[in-house]
């Protein structure tokens, strides 16, 4: 029943991928990755707080392999609800948990861009580039970043990369329309 949620929930159907989440839950009340699947299609769908039960009964229990998937899920449904504190929580637990974890090192990123702490949005980015070959996501965060930090020349560099590599893109679009915030 999780795996027939989830792919429910790739299909985009969101009435069957709660009912076969939910069926799961009953069948196992306190298996941690059907509440981790479960808080993120519901964070997905519109239900961050709620969301946030079901990560946190995940990301607890002690048994659960990988604690680090649901502190990040719990991070993006905080910086949804526009939490931005809680999100900072939750994302800096995952990455004690995984130094690795770049979607934590993303959103943690993007965090401190918003905010205006602009030199540690480049090392989050920076600690990201080293670990990974760049999405167009964080090369048009990265390219923000320098804009603001007023280096042209690196800004001007992300804007080829993006360009190169990612036409057609929405990051690419954005920057065609010189719409960077």
């Given at each position: 029943y999780n795996l027939l949620g989830l792919i429910h929930m790739a299909l985009n159907e969101p009435r069957l991928a709660e009912e076969n989440f939910q069926k799961a839950l009953s069948l196992a009340p306190g298996d941690p990755e059907i509440s981790n699947n479960y808080g993120w299609f519901l964070c997905q769908n519109g239900r961050e707080q709620r969301a946030i039960g079901y990560l946190m009964a995940a990301a607890k229990n002690p048994l659960y392999a990988t604690p680090t998937k649901p502190y990040t899920n719990a991070g993006v449904?905080?910086?949804?609800?526009?939490?931005?504190?809680?999100a900072e929580d939750y994302l800096l637990t995952a990455l004690r948990l995984s130094?690795?974890?770049t979607q934590a090192l993303f959103w943690l990123a993007d965090i401190a861009y918003r905010q205006g702490r602009q030199s540690e949005a480049r090392q989050w980015t920076t600690d990201i580039e080293k670990m990974m070959e760049p999405t167009a996501e964080v090369i048009w965060l990265v390219l923000r970043i320098e804009r603001k930090l007023g280096n042209r020349e690196a800004e001007a560099r992300y804007a080829s990369q993006l360009r190169r590599r990612f036409p057609g893109s929405p990051e690419q679009r954005l920057l065609t329309q010189g719409q960077y915030e």
């Open positions: 449904c905080s910086v949804r609800l526009k939490d931005d504190k809680a130094p690795t974890n």
